[in-house]
């Protein structure tokens, strides 16, 4: 330890600052649909009891994506040759930052996305300066409807019943949501007697249209 004459510490000899630069990470869903974009959200939080100087974020667009966009609640982001580098500036202790990065999910699989964090203050906790977040693309699902239907009598007569059977399914690996089929009959004048379902409910107006919604 250096002492100066009257027994005080050198200034070369006082503890340099440090900082502490974390970064994490988290998502907006997982898995993803191909197709859909979706959003990494980085966050670097210094943890230090010093101010961290001229932060940098980086992070090498992934695989299997496409870039979209990207911002940060402080500082900049530009996308360079596939490498996304947001500049933070200068970070007091317990300041922090969110960079959103919007990412478009290319093929189905694993989407593996790394973040790291520099500064020129000295970090006393490297450890924590790189995130990675590793997460699942699916292919996108969709329902597919069929429309079928028949009548009986197949010739009738003016003034008998004639009744429709119309057969709706779904053939799609999806749920479909909120259903609904609409009748509507042309030609000759006709009177709606009754419209029933076995599943949602269905109802006939006074023009004759038929609407049936079955969840």
Known sequence: RALLADGQASPLA???????????????????????????YIIVLNHGAS??????VRDSIPAGTFFQYAF????????????LVCSLGSMAPGDSAVITLGLYPLTPGTIVNTASGVTSTIDSNL????FT?????VAPQ???LTVRQGHVPDSPV???????????SNQGPTEAA?????????????TVVSASTNRGTCSADSGGSILCAFG
């Open 133 to 137: 977040r590793t997460i699942t693309a």
């Open 127 to 130: 450890a924590n300066n790189s």
């Open 158 to 168: 003016a003034g008998d019943n004639l009744a429709y059977t119309i057969n709706v």
């Open 51 to 56: 101010t961290a100087a001229e932060v940098v």
């Open 72 to 83: 940060s609640t402080r500082g900049a982001c530009t996308d360079t040759t596939g490498v």
């Open 142 to 144: 969709a329902a597919d």
């Open 178 to 190: 909120d259903v609904t089929m609409g009748q509507q009959l042309y030609g000759l004048p006709y």
């Open 14 to 40: 006082r503890k340099r600052p440090t900082c502490d630069i974390g970064v994490s990470q988290s998502v907006s869903s997982d898995p993803v649909t191909v197709g859909y974009t979706f959003e990494y």
